[in-house]
Each structure stands twice: as structure tokens, then as C-alpha cells.
């Protein structure tokens, strides 16, 4: 099993800057992936972010559009979600997700944190 924790949500201003963390432990050789997801109120899960843990580059959603960069993750199973120009539209619940498959389905991922809560204000 793959414990995953998130932090670094909070209250900020549009426009402003957040890095959101992912720490995993256990058994971390199980999971291959390391993703992102978000989602609001009365909206369903959706995709934001993902990577290997053995490298390459990052995948997207679309609306990141250069905004948010994904760390890979580090020595401390820890990852990194960095999001700037923050928009009151990516107000949240952020989770923290692992699985073995990179695919931009919720569906494909076997281990999850329990959210951070990130809140844009305009």
C-alpha cells in the first residue's frame, strides 16, 4: 500500500502563488505514477497533472496553460505542485493520486490523498 499526504492548500488572492506537496510512503514500489486532481464543489474530479516517477515530462489539462508546473518526485517521495496566476476558477479540493499507468482517468489511479483545499478569491 502507498500512503499519500497532501498540503499547502490555503486562502489566496487571483493571481497569487501556491505549492502544493505530495509525500508518499510505504510501499512506494507499487506505484509508478504520481498525479494531480482537483475538484469543486457539485464538479466532477478532474485531471490537472502527471508524471513517471522515473522521469520525463510532465502531462498537462489544458487549462494549466504554463501556469502550473509538476516537480518529479525526490530523495523524500515527495512531490511538487506548483501553480501560479492562480484563477478564482481553480478553487478546490486538490488530491494527491498514485497508480502504475499514466492516463488522465481518476479511474487509473489505485492510491489518494485526503485533499488540500485550495481557495482563489477574486
Known amino acids: 500500500q502507498v500512503q499519500l499526504v497532501e498540503s499547502g492548500g490555503s486562502v489566496v488572492q487571483a493571481g497569487d502563488s501556491l505549492r502544493l506537496s505530495c509525500a508518499a510512503s510505504g510501499s512506494t514500489f507499487d506505484a509508478y505514477v504520481m498525479a494531480w486532481f482537483r475538484q469543486a464543489p457539485g464538479k466532477e474530479r478532474e485531471f490537472v497533472a502527471a508524471?513517471?516517477?522515473?522521469?520525463?515530462?510532465?502531462v498537462y489539462a489544458d487549462f494549466v496553460k504554463g501556469r502550473f508546473t509538476m516537480s518529479r518526485v525526490n530523495a523524500k517521495n515527495t512531490a511538487y505542485l506548483q501553480m501560479n496566476s492562480l484563477k478564482p476558477e481553480d478553487t478546490a479540493v486538490y488530491y494527491c493520486?498514485?497508480?502504475?499507468?499514466?492516463?488522465?482517468?481518476?479511474?487509473?489511479?489505485?492510491?489518494w490523498g485526503q485533499g488540500t483545499q485550495v481557495t482563489v478569491s477574486s
Open positions: 508524471r513517471n516517477w522515473g522521469g520525463g515530462s510532465p
Open positions: 493520486a498514485a497508480g502504475k499507468i499514466l492516463f488522465r482517468s481518476p479511474s487509473e489511479y489505485n492510491y
